[in-house]
């Protein structure tokens, strides 16, 4: 079967977000999602959400930068060295798949900074600044170190949900056999990026935020 997942929310858990999970079965039926994983800054979600096929997963700060976890991985200490953190995932039996790898604004783990074995690069990320550019730079990165390509939308407002996602060729809608096919490479990334006027409010808030810290 094909599943259409968005790989990269976060709700309201994250200090950046608005996002209540109780909302988002709507807002992903409505853009044809199947399923999500919702990948808090450093919190790890396992819990589920009706008529959804929900990836338990964590985005994890890592020194260099962020990554995502997907499977039943666990909680995952903050502030480890990027391959530390690879390691602790693929131990718990989890996937990694890198972050907004090229974004200007929040920066990201660049390929030669890894020396453990990668699963996947966020290829499709909607939040992207700039875009294009972060999304051939990354498209390369891919297929420099034969990794697939990934898409998530890394919604923090509820609109913006499904704007990007990953379609998963698996056997089920079983959390193991999706992260077998995401191992396995049977994904491809879809979608976009949000938009300029939410992308203008998001760099906004994203510099007010850090004139305060
Ligand atoms: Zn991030
Ligand atoms: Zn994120």
Redesign the pocket.
Known sequence: MNLKIDI???SIN?FDSSIQIEDLQEISRSKGLDGVAI?D?DKYFNGKVDGLVVIPGI?VSTREG?L?GLGQVGKIAAGLSVNETIRIIHDRGGVVIL??PYDLIRGGIKPDQIREKLDGIETI?S?AYPYNLSKHLAEKAAKKMGVSSLG?S?S?TLETVGDAYTCIRSQSSSIDEIIDAIRKGDVSPEGGSIGNVNQLRRMKAAVKWRLKT
């Open positions: 990269h929310i976060h994250s990948t800054h985005e962020h995502l972050a907004h990320n939040m998530g890394d923090h």
